[in-house]
């Protein structure tokens, strides 16, 4: 039986002045209904282009889809037209939480004005309707005095308060599937929890499934069900989150999780960027693989099931 989401052998590539570069090389992901799927990778790795994706928001001409599909309950947007993707499914079917909430809402527009403007275009209310429903929203995101909230213009309000915001605009229209794209990075600590726990409790009301980014592992351990590890566009191990985290098979995944610190006493690890030479074919992590063997650079990896539902794309992993 399909999954509720999947991505089946998706490439993507940019066009460079060097010529094409690939970006994106996933061969198979699967989230289920009402599902939370956390994607873990460093900057660069390719989250946020998987993301615009399958928003259809990839930059053209520069974006390439190469091939592939998506399938969202058996729909596959990359089949869908400009017009079909803004009017019936982006923001009604899909919708995203971006990293930066000034970066989203529009500086010289109220609050109010900016979820109104999404309501009316999708729900088709106006008035003192559109209103109410503006106000139900703030209201499902736990802000509170939300008739102020209204009339404020996004630089009066926090960061935390802006990304409250931007998720009760991303759930306005009744969206399905979420993809939330780092949305505490530019938040401080305590905030970040808040944001995080709200998402959790939307995700159980309202039954949506969500896509959780992020480059913090300890984040998505406590947040998703289960988790992917990308890496140059590739995953390179995938599982339940409480065994990637604990006991993780791909190198890559080590490195990651010995970037943070249990307590306050623990130095930082850092991982060299370059240990050995880059490798023409092979394993793309080679280069900065700590135990990679010369064997390692004769072909690539690929995804395999090693203990349970835990895969990993290293030709070690089931030997140390």
Same mark, same amino acid.
């Given at each position: 039986m399909a999954a509720y989401f999947e991505i089946k052998n998706l490439s993507v590539g940019f066009r460079t002045f060097e010529g094409i570069r690939p970006v994106l090389n996933i061969e198979h992901l699967a989230i289920e209904r009402g599902e939370t799927y956390g994607l873990v990778g460093e900057s660069g790795a390719g989250k946020t282009v998987l993301a615009l994706t399958i928003l259809g928001l990839l930059p053209k001409p520069a974006g390439i889809i190469h091939s592939g599909e998506i399938w969202l309950d058996g729909e596959d947007p990359l089949k869908k037209s400009e017009h079909e993707m803004a009017s019936t499914y982006r923001g009604k079917r899909l919708a995203m939480i971006f990293q930066d909430p000034m970066s989203t809402l529009n500086p010289v527009f109220t609050v109010g004005q900016q979820i109104a403007r999404v309501i009316e275009q999708h729900q088709g209310l106006k008035g003192a309707a559109c209103t109410r429903r503006a106000l139900e929203l703030l209201e499902m995101v736990k802000l509170s005095d939300t008739q102020s909230v209204l009339k404020k213009y996004p630089h009066e309000l926090s960061g935390g308060q802006r990304q409250r915001v931007i998720i009760a605009i991303a759930l306005s229209c009744g969206a399905e599937f979420l993809i939330a794209? #780092?949305?505490?990075?530019?938040?401080? @600590? +305590?905030? &970040?929890?808040g944001v995080l726990k709200l998402i959790g409790e939307l995700q159980k009301e309202l039954k949506?499934?969500?896509?959780?980014?992020?480059?913090?592992?300890g984040l998505v351990?406590?947040?998703?069900?289960?988790?992917?590890?990308?890496?140059?566009?590739?995953?390179? #191990?995938?599982?339940?989150s409480s065994m @990637? +985290?604990? &006991?993780?098979?791909?190198?890559?995944?080590?490195?990651?999780?010995?970037?943070?610190?249990?307590?306050?006493?623990?130095?930082?690890?850092?991982?060299s960027l370059v240990i050995k030479p880059e490798a023409e074919k092979g394993c793309p992590f080679y280069s900065r693989c700590p135990i990679g063997e010369e064997g390692c650079t004769l072909r690539e990896p690929m995804l395999e099931r090693l203990d349970g539902e835990h895969k990993a794309a290293c030709f070690l992993a089931g030997r140390r």
């Amino acid at each position: 039986m399909a999954a509720y989401f999947e991505i089946k052998n998706l490439s993507v590539g940019f066009r460079t002045f060097e010529g094409i570069r690939p970006v994106l090389n996933i061969e198979h992901l699967a989230i289920e209904r009402g599902e939370t799927y956390g994607l873990v990778g460093e900057s660069g790795a390719g989250k946020t282009v998987l993301a615009l994706t399958i928003l259809g928001l990839l930059p053209k001409p520069a974006g390439i889809i190469h091939s592939g599909e998506i399938w969202l309950d058996g729909e596959d947007p990359l089949k869908k037209s400009e017009h079909e993707m803004a009017s019936t499914y982006r923001g009604k079917r899909l919708a995203m939480i971006f990293q930066d909430p000034m970066s989203t809402l529009n500086p010289v527009f109220t609050v109010g004005q900016q979820i109104a403007r999404v309501i009316e275009q999708h729900q088709g209310l106006k008035g003192a309707a559109c209103t109410r429903r503006a106000l139900e929203l703030l209201e499902m995101v736990k802000l509170s005095d939300t008739q102020s909230v209204l009339k404020k213009y996004p630089h009066e309000l926090s960061g935390g308060q802006r990304q409250r915001v931007i998720i009760a605009i991303a759930l306005s229209c009744g969206a399905e599937f979420l993809i939330a794209d #780092e949305p505490t990075r530019n938040l401080d @600590v +305590t905030i &970040q929890a808040g944001v995080l726990k709200l998402i959790g409790e939307l995700q159980k009301e309202l039954k949506i499934s969500v896509l959780f980014i992020a480059n913090n592992v300890g984040l998505v351990n406590v947040f998703c069900k289960n988790v992917g590890i990308l890496y140059r566009g590739k995953l390179v #191990e995938e599982g339940p989150s409480s065994m @990637v +985290t604990r &006991q993780p098979l791909h190198p890559y995944t080590e490195t990651l999780i010995s970037a943070i610190p249990r307590n306050k006493s623990e130095k930082l690890k850092f991982a060299s960027l370059v240990i050995k030479p880059e490798a023409e074919k092979g394993c793309p992590f080679y280069s900065r693989c700590p135990i990679g063997e010369e064997g390692c650079t004769l072909r690539e990896p690929m995804l395999e099931r090693l203990d349970g539902e835990h895969k990993a794309a290293c030709f070690l992993a089931g030997r140390r």
